[in-house]
């Protein structure tokens, strides 16, 4: 092949790779943004992302190109970008993940728990109401999922974390400030009490769980939607 076409070739793959590449971080961003895991580090997400969706497909037909191109180029610049395309998308990817993965956890998490259903029943509207006013009265750490357990057992709803943090201190600290009562805290859960209102709060695996109702009640449901003893970390899965 002349060396003009084998230039003219390199340069077609290299161009081809380029968009394959911007084609494949717009595709991983989506990806992540749909079915990444919010708790997730940038890393951890790109790497879920090549392996479990559709960015490591991309990551090979970018290679190929790259690898052709490279093969077929005439000239040092041109070798240079077949090297560095794949790179610069895996950066690129890189970069968009925590923008994805924050996009997510704005859509489908709440900074703070929400009880109170449009169109709820009595008596479970007046309980979901009074859990709903001990949930205000708090900080809250974390981004809450939607659903929850509700109703006259009280309110309760878990929540993600997208870093390290303590869970139990920062409640310990929050609740004395909001006029509550630290009534039962043995390190794994913490128990308030307020103007006959009750709250607990328990860490899980990359976040936690909140329960408010009233001061006589079980928390999380026990006893009543869920069985005694259960595992309440594993039933929001």
């Known amino acids: ?30 990806f992540m943004r749909i ?5 997730s580090t940038a890393f951890e997400g790109l790497t879920w992302g090549l392996t479990a969706g559709p960015s490591g497909l ?10 052709i191109g490279f093969m077929v180029s005439t000239r040092r610049w041109m070798r240079l970008t077949a090297v560095a395309i794949p790179v610069l998308m895996l950066t690129g990817m890189f970069a968009v993940t925590p923008a994805a993965l924050g996009q997510k956890l704005e859509a489908q998490h709440s900074s ?36 929850g357990i509700s109703g006259v057992g009280g309110c309760t709803r878990w929540f993600v974390l997208s870093g390290d943090a303590d869970v139990l201190q920062h409640y310990r600290a929050v609740l004395p400030a909001a006029g509550w009562e630290v009534v ?51 039933a929001h899965h």
């Not at 703070?112 to 979901?128: F, H, K, L, R, Y």
């Open 112 to 147: 703070n728990p929400q009880c109170v259903i449009e169109g709820t029943e009595e008596p479970m509207a007046s309980a979901d109401r009074e859990s709903q006013q001990a949930f205000d009265s708090i900080s809250h750490i974390g981004h809450f999922r939607g659903g």
């Open 58 to 67: 991309a990551l090979g037909l970018v290679a190929v190109a790259a690898i």
């Open 184 to 234: 039962e805290d043995d390190g794994r859960r913490l128990r308030a009490h307020r103007d006959g209102l009750a709250f607990e709060a328990m860490p899980c695996p990359g976040g936690g769980v909140v329960w408010a109702g009233r001061e006589e009640g079980r928390a999380f449901g026990q006893g009543m939607v869920m069985p005694a003893g259960s595992d309440i970390c594993a």
């Open 1 to 30: 092949m002349p060396v003009t076409g084998r230039a003219v070739s390199a340069t077609v793959l290299l161009v081809i790779g380029a968009g394959l590449a911007l084609l494949a971080v717009l595709v991983h961003y989506e």
């Open 35 to 39: 079915y990444g895991d919010v708790r």
